[in-house]
């Protein structure tokens, strides 16, 4: 009871703190705009933790946050094996060859106006499939190792790095073009100088959704079948004992691993994209 | 209408390269099966063949490459047998067969609207809130936009044994990862949409002296529609993905991800092939049915004109 107690004492009182900075003048600075999202964030696993031990919640239906740190920290050899062989392994590698794919073959394809208009629909209406479910056929084919989950991110990535590449190369105006003509520079300067430069906002966009993408299609391949090291495997056959503090250690991995991936992107994309309006800092 | 033509040349060349491809994919198998008929191959053993190159050996004997275009459980199933066995299983079978397609789509199906319908609902109702709470906006918003950098699907497994082991089973642990998918996109879909009016557009119903309901019903409603449309197909697809994946860990006899999980035990090629085209087909759907209704909705509302 105690600990319900002091749980719901806990939310309310950095709830009415969050409501008083954020109606307060305080909300335009920098460090107010920080603090509140992360009190709000270990609100939350304070209340967790609480709620857990004051119901006796058993560990095989959630485990407390305390219990998951001390997993985290006792695992960390595995942890990083999983790491290495689902994100290194697996997810970067497709990522590189299905971005890198999509980007070649999007500059290809922008040349003849035949297969942009061929192409895109059927792109568009392949992203929005679930190919996931592509993973046992790729499995299949490539053995149980990297290589298959690397395959599925690549199937999984391309048609959305194709989209947006396609897209951006198509966003330099007419006048601009015009510009480079008169320049007397030919396909490929304008390619260099002008248009890539201009699809660089629309292929980032691409980056950072295939971002999140690739390392989704790396755990959920391994749920058809891997090694006996991985994300996706650790949390399947962790599932399986009921060792829950496991799962869900792997699941901080996991939150950790994608949110650093999509950050480093984005602050490539902050340092490329600096001239472009939704970038410029005031 | 003049993308029609080239749309259409690039699926026949889609059909072409799988046909192309299924013959070196397919060629070993052939081979031996030719081997053991007693036909004449070119490298005599397997053992040679093994190290060979797929594309040679389909070149050194190319009377066998009709072989590998109709071959039960290939490798690569060539696309009239994927179709073949997709109009066995959906066509000729009653719907409630246990091996028809469509029982086991609408299986899956069922889940996914469930669970769409929940976080599309819950996901509105949050970005209303956000839009109409400072501490909620600065304190819940953040979050919601870094938890799509999070692959959630990985817990999938984990909601499923667990409710599982609360004793709730079938339908609703499927809609909730279904629902938990599609919530994200549609919050950050939704407020962006919520607070599209301009400055002048909220100075003008001030001088209206438009009460804060008012101007949530007059302006901001309206304006966010196309966001929301759009969030909601991003919302559909990721749902019926997260019914699929949460078919997976317990090994389910039903639905679609059922039968890609036991067609990759089994080595049934075909059944993963026409599951994972009748999962395409309800994608489809779904977007078609969603984007159908949002060009209806702002017809009327006159966003075309």
Avoid at chain 1, 6 to 32: D, E, H, K, P, T
Avoid at chain 1, 165 to 184: F, I, K, W
Avoid at chain 2, 153 to 171: E, H
């Amino acid at each position: 009871m105690i600990w319900l107690a002091f749980a719901a004492a806990i939310w309310v009182g950095a709830w009415w703190l969050n409501s008083r900075i954020a109606n307060s003048a305080l909300a335009r600075q920098r460090w107010a705009q920080l603090f509140v999202p992360v009190l709000f964030g270990v609100t939350i696993l304070v209340v967790w933790e609480c709620v857990v031990r004051g119901l006796e919640v058993p560990l095989v239906i959630l485990p407390a946050p305390s219990v998951i740190a001390v997993k985290f920290a006792a695992e960390t050899s595995i942890l990083w094996a999983d790491f290495v062989q689902t994100f290194v392994k697996g997810a970067l590698s497709g990522y590189v060859i299905g971005c890198g794919a999509a980007f070649l073959f999007g500059i290809l394809v922008d040349r003849s106006q035949f297969l942009q208009r061929g192409l895109l629909p059927v792109s568009n209406f392949m992203a929005a499939l679930p190919i996931v479910g592509t993973a046992p056929i790729l499995v299949m084919w490539y053995g149980f190792g990297w290589q298959s989950k690397a395959a599925v991110v690549v199937v999984m990535i391309f048609f959305p790095m194709l989209v947006n590449t396609v897209q951006g190369l198509a966003e330099a105006s007419a006048m601009q073009r015009d510009l480079m003509r008169t320049y007397g520079a030919g396909y490929w300067p304008t390619l260099f100088k002008l248009r890539l430069p201009a699809a660089m906002p629309f292929i980032f966009n691409g980056l950072k959704i295939t971002s999140t993408l690739a390392l989704i299609g790396a755990i959920v391949a391994e749920f058809f079948g891997s090694p006996i090291v991985g994300m996706g495997f650790r949390i399947s056959t962790s599932v399986g004992q009921l060792a829950l503090d496991m799962v869900w250690a792997e699941i901080t991995v996991a939150a950790i691993a994608g949110s650093l991936f999509y950050g480093a992107v984005a602050l490539i994309e902050r340092e490329v994209t600096f001239w472009h309006p939704s970038q410029r800092r005031n | 209408m003049r993308s029609v033509v080239p749309i259409l040349t690039v699926l026949l060349a889609i059909v072409i390269l799988w046909y192309a491809a299924a013959v070196p994919m397919n060629i070993r198998t052939a081979l031996t099966q030719a081997e053991r008929d007693g036909a004449i191959v070119a490298p005599a053993t397997r053992v040679e063949r093994r190290d060979a190159n797929a594309i040679g050996l389909a070149l050194r004997n190319p009377s066998h490459i009709p072989a590998t275009l109709d071959q039960e459980r290939a490798r690569l199933p060539t696309p009239h047998r994927v179709f073949s066995e997709l109009w066995n299983t959906t066509v000729m079978k009653k719907i409630t067969s246990k091996r028809s397609l469509v029982f086991h789509a609408w299986i899956t199906l069922s889940a996914t609207l469930l669970g769409f319908a929940i976080g599309a609902v819950l996901g509105i109702a949050l970005a209303v809130g956000i839009v109409h709470n400072r501490a909620m906006d600065m304190s819940v918003m953040p979050w919601a936009i870094a938890s799509q950098t999070i692959p959630i699907l990985a817990i999938a497994p984990m909601i499923i044994v667990v409710l599982n082991s609360v004793g709730i089973q079938g339908l609703l642990p499927k809609a909730m990862i279904s629902a938990y998918l599609s919530f994200f996109p549609v919050v950050v879909g939704m407020v962006k949409g919520l607070r599209s009016p301009d400055a002048m557009q909220l100075d003008q119903l001030r001088t209206y002296n438009a009460s804060r309901t008012a101007t949530f019903f007059k302006l901001r409603l309206p304006a966010s529609v196309p966001y929301l449309f759009t969030s909601l197909k991003i919302g559909a697809a990721a749902a019926l993905i997260g019914a699929i994946v949460g078919e997976l860990p317990t090994g389910a006899v039903r639905g679609l991800g059922a039968r890609l999980l036991a067609g990759s035990y089994y080595g049934q090629t075909e059944q993963i092939w026409s599951a994972l085209f009748a999962a395409a087909f309800v994608a489809a759907g779904l977007v078609g049915i969603i984007g159908l209704f949002q060009r209806i909705t702002m017809n009327q509302m006159g966003f075309n004109r």
